[in-house]
């Protein structure tokens, strides 16, 4: 059974940072896409970032692009998003996704598991 488990999520002040912990158990690791997506409350859920280890593929949003950061330890089948520089519209609720494909992917129906999110609050 694929498990992700989000952790890290919480209120920072704007210009802050954050680092959100994803914890896999059920699945190689190593060989799968991993990603992170936000949904902020009555908008669709939207990509963030994602990591393929195998292809060494690593993309963006534009709207984080140089602020936060994707990266893996395999070793602990954990992967991250360091997220500096927040901004109030960086709030959300915070979703690691696992695809099973060296392939990275930018849209929800592409990733097959996903956590049960963790709340990024950032206060103006």
């Known amino acids: 059974q694929v498990q992700l488990v989000e952790s890290g999520g919480g209120l920072v002040q704007a210009g802050g940072s954050l680092r959100l912990s994803c914890v896999a158990s059920?699945?190689?690791?190593?060989?799968?896409?991993m990603g992170w997506f936000r949904q902020a409350p009555g908008k669709e859920r939207e990509f963030v970032a994602a990591?393929?280890?195998?292809?060494?593929?690593?993309r963006y949003a534009d709207t984080v692009m140089g602020r936060f950061t994707i990266s893996r330890d395999n070793a602990k089948n954990t992967l991250y998003l360091q997220m500096n520089s927040l901004t109030p519209e960086d709030t959300a609720v915070y979703y690691c996704?696992?695809?099973?494909?060296?392939?990275?992917?930018?849209?929800?129906?592409?990733?097959?598991?996903w956590g049960q999110g963790t709340q990024v609050t950032v206060s103006s």
């Open positions: 996704a696992a695809r099973n494909s060296i392939v990275s992917a930018t849209t929800p129906p592409e990733y097959r598991y």
């Open positions: 059920g699945l190689s690791f190593s060989s799968y896409t």
């Open positions: 990591l393929s280890w195998i292809a060494g593929r690593i």
